[in-house]
């Protein structure tokens, strides 16, 4: 099954920038190639949710509390997803999780990375 390990966390200045990496192992070219890639987050004590989405196709889709802020993209060739985060606030510290949606079978698998943290500092 596939696998996604994240990288790029850490300490921050609040208005400084950050640049997450998510890179998916044991996956065939195909598959990613045809996934809907994600970032969630989750602080201690709140909900996880969505940040970014990227779709096969290039699509994307932001959370309003990160609009303009943050960009998603990814490179199938390297099986990569980055999340590029700038003016960044004390309200984005969590857990980053990369998540991969694989849609190519009868139903939707989800695989998700253990995450990395982001600690913006005020």
């Known amino acids: 099954q596939a696998q996604m390990v994240e990288s790029g966390g850490g300490l921050v200045q609040a208005g400084g920038s950050l640049t997450l990496s998510c890179r998916s192992t044991r996956i065939i070219l195909s598959t990613f190639t045809g996934a809907t890639m994600n970032w969630y987050r989750q602080a201690p004590g709140k909900q996880r949710e969505l940040v970014a989405g990227?779709?096969?196709?290039?699509?994307?889709n932001y959370a309003s509390s990160v609009k303009g802020r943050f960009t998603i993209s990814r490179d199938n060739a390297k099986n990569a997803v980055y999340l590029q985060m700038k003016s960044l606030e004390p309200e984005d510290t969590a857990v980053y999780v990369c998540n991969l949606e694989d849609w190519t079978g009868s139903s939707i698998i989800d695989y998700w990375g253990k995450g990395t943290l982001v600690t913006v500092s005020s």
């Open positions: 990227i779709t096969y196709s290039g699509t994307i």
